[in-house]
C-alpha cells in the first residue's frame, strides 16, 4: 500500500473548503498539496488556513498537471464535472467527483471511459452511503434482515431557500444535484434491482415567481422496480425546523429505517413544551460521512481497488433524473428504456 495520497482540491466554494479541510485535517491518510478556483482569494485563504505550502491555481487544468497531485477532488459546480474527470484522468489522476458527474448519459459514459482506459479511480460523493445509520440499514438489507424489499421511502428537505438564492438556481437541480441522492440511496437499498419506470411531479411551492425561468423546489417521484418493489423519492427546499434527509425500507420479513431529524437524543422538557435540537447544515448533519468517503476513497487510491460507489452508480441515479425531468413536462410516466439521452 502506497504513502499517503496527494490531493488536488478543484473548486473551493462551500463544499469544497470542507473537503479540503477533511483532506488536510481529518483524513490521516491524505495531504492537501493544491488547491485551484477561478477566485484567486478563495484558494488562498483555505491553503493558509489548512495546509501552508500547498500550490494555488485559478486554471484547473494547471492543477490536473501539477506532478505533485496524485489524486483529485472535484467539487465544481455541476457543469464543469465531466470534462475535469476526462482531463484528471487523461492526466493519470485518480478522480473523487461531486454528484452529479454528468448531466447526459453520453457525459456519463464519457466520464466513465476515460477512467477505465487510463486506470485510475472514480468515486463519486453519495455521501449518504457512509453514514452509519444508512450503511447499518443498508447492512441488514443485504443479509437478509428484512425479507424482500417491497416498499422504500427517501427524502431530503434542506432547512431553507431565500429569494435570491432561489433565482440563481439552475432548472432541474431538484432533481440532478438534490433528488439525485435519494435516487442513488434507493438504488442502493434495493441491491441488485433495477428501476424500469419513473413517474414525478414537481412544483415551485416556495418561490413561485421563479417557476417560468424553470425553477422547482418541492417534487415526489414514484419508482418501479424490476423485482417489483415500488418506491418514492421526495424532496423539498424549506424544511423550517432544520436538515431532514431519511430512507426507510419495508419488506417481506420486516422494515429497516435511517436518518434522523434531532440532532441528538436530548429533550428540552418546558412550558412551551418539549424541545429538541437540529442540525441546520448538510456539513453538520453528514459531517462524518463526508469524513468517510474521503477516507475510503484515500484507501482504494492507496491499494489499487475500485471504490464502492462509481461512475456507474452515477449513471444509474442519473438515468433515473432524466425519466423524471422527462415525465414532470409530460405529465406521463416514464419507461428507463426509453431514456436514452
Same mark, same amino acid.
Given at each position: 500500500?502506497?504513502?499517503?495520497?496527494?490531493?488536488?482540491?478543484?473548486?473551493?466554494?462551500? #463544499?469544497?473548503?470542507?473537503?479540503?479541510?477533511? %483532506? /488536510? !485535517?481529518? @483524513?490521516?491518510?491524505? *495531504?492537501?498539496? &493544491?488547491?485551484?478556483?477561478?477566485?484567486?482569494?478563495?484558494?488562498?485563504?483555505?491553503?493558509?488556513?489548512?495546509?501552508?505550502?500547498?500550490?494555488?491555481?485559478?486554471?484547473?487544468?494547471?492543477?490536473?498537471?501539477?506532478?505533485?497531485?496524485?489524486?483529485?477532488?472535484?467539487?465544481?459546480?455541476?457543469?464543469?464535472?465531466?470534462?475535469?474527470?476526462?482531463?484528471?484522468?487523461?492526466?493519470?489522476?485518480?478522480?473523487?467527483?461531486?454528484?452529479?458527474?454528468?448531466?447526459?448519459?453520453?457525459?456519463?459514459?464519457?466520464? #466513465?471511459?476515460?477512467?477505465?482506459?487510463?486506470? %485510475? /479511480? !472514480?468515486? @463519486?460523493?453519495?455521501? *449518504?452511503?457512509? &453514514?452509519?445509520?444508512?450503511?447499518?440499514?443498508?447492512?441488514?438489507?443485504?443479509?437478509?434482515?428484512?425479507?424482500?424489499?417491497?416498499?422504500?421511502?427517501?427524502?431530503?428537505?434542506?432547512?431553507?431557500?431565500?429569494?435570491?438564492?432561489?433565482?440563481?438556481?439552475?432548472?432541474?437541480?431538484?432533481?440532478?444535484?438534490?433528488?439525485?441522492?435519494?435516487?442513488?440511496?434507493?438504488?442502493?437499498?434495493?441491491?441488485?434491482?433495477?428501476?424500469?419506470?419513473?413517474?414525478?411531479?414537481?412544483?415551485?411551492?416556495?418561490?413561485?415567481?421563479?417557476?417560468?425561468?424553470?425553477?422547482?423546489?418541492?417534487?415526489? @417521484?414514484?419508482?418501479?422496480?424490476?423485482?417489483?418493489?415500488?418506491?418514492?423519492?421526495?424532496?423539498?427546499?424549506?424544511?423550517?425546523?432544520?436538515?431532514?434527509?431519511?430512507?426507510?425500507?419495508?419488506?417481506?420479513?420486516?422494515?429497516?429505517?435511517?436518518?434522523?431529524?434531532?440532532?441528538?437524543?436530548?429533550?428540552?422538557?418546558?412550558?412551551?413544551?418539549?424541545?429538541?435540537?437540529?442540525?441546520?447544515?448538510?456539513?453538520?448533519?453528514?459531517?462524518?460521512?463526508?469524513?468517510?468517503?474521503?477516507?475510503?476513497?484515500?484507501?482504494?487510491?492507496?491499494?489499487?481497488?475500485?471504490?464502492?460507489?462509481?461512475?456507474?452508480?452515477?449513471?444509474?441515479?442519473?438515468?433515473?433524473?432524466?425519466?423524471?425531468?422527462?415525465?414532470?413536462?409530460?405529465?406521463?410516466?416514464?419507461?428507463?428504456?426509453?431514456?436514452?439521452?
Amino acid at each position: 500500500m502506497s504513502a499517503s495520497v496527494a490531493v488536488g482540491l478543484i473548486g473551493a466554494g462551500w #463544499i469544497g473548503r470542507f473537503h479540503g479541510e477533511s %483532506v /488536510a !485535517l481529518r @483524513v490521516p491518510v491524505t *495531504r492537501l498539496v &493544491a488547491v485551484a478556483d477561478p477566485a484567486p482569494d478563495a484558494a488562498a485563504s483555505l491553503i493558509e488556513r489548512v495546509s501552508p505550502g500547498a500550490r494555488a491555481y485559478t486554471d484547473a487544468l494547471k492543477l490536473i498537471a501539477d506532478p505533485n497531485v496524485e489524486a483529485v477532488l472535484i467539487s465544481t459546480p455541476a457543469p464543469t464535472h465531466t470534462d475535469l474527470v476526462v482531463a484528471a484522468a487523461e492526466a493519470g489522476k485518480h478522480v473523487f467527483c461531486e454528484k452529479p458527474m454528468a448531466l447526459t448519459l453520453e457525459d456519463a459514459d464519457r466520464a #466513465i471511459s476515460a477512467c477505465a482506459t487510463n486506470n %485510475v /479511480a !472514480l468515486q @463519486v460523493g453519495f455521501n *449518504r452511503r457512509f &453514514a452509519a445509520d444508512f450503511a447499518a440499514a443498508h447492512e441488514v438489507i443485504t443479509a437478509g434482515g428484512i425479507g424482500t424489499p417491497q416498499l422504500l421511502r427517501s427524502l431530503t428537505r434542506d432547512p431553507g431557500i431565500t429569494a435570491d438564492v432561489a433565482a440563481r438556481v439552475k432548472p432541474w437541480t431538484i432533481f440532478n444535484e438534490t433528488l439525485i441522492h435519494d435516487f442513488d440511496a434507493l438504488l442502493w437499498l434495493n441491491p441488485g434491482a433495477r428501476v424500469v419506470e419513473v413517474f414525478a411531479q414537481a412544483d415551485a411551492l416556495i418561490h413561485p415567481q421563479y417557476k417560468e425561468e424553470g425553477y422547482l423546489d418541492t417534487s415526489m @417521484v414514484q419508482l418501479r422496480f424490476d423485482n417489483g418493489a415500488l418506491a418514492s423519492a421526495e424532496a423539498n427546499f424549506q424544511a423550517t425546523y432544520g436538515y431532514d434527509v431519511r430512507g426507510e425500507v419495508f419488506g417481506s420479513g420486516g422494515m429497516v429505517s435511517a436518518g434522523e431529524v434531532t440532532r441528538t437524543a436530548m429533550r428540552h422538557y418546558s412550558s412551551p413544551g418539549v424541545l429538541a435540537d437540529t442540525p441546520r447544515v448538510n456539513i453538520e448533519l453528514f459531517h462524518d460521512a463526508y469524513v468517510a468517503q474521503l477516507e475510503h476513497f484515500a484507501d482504494c487510491v492507496r491499494s489499487g481497488t475500485a471504490p464502492s460507489v462509481g461512475g456507474l452508480d452515477a449513471r444509474n441515479a442519473l438515468k433515473i433524473s432524466l425519466a423524471a425531468k422527462e415525465s414532470v413536462e409530460t405529465g406521463l410516466p416514464v419507461s428507463l428504456l426509453s431514456v436514452s439521452r
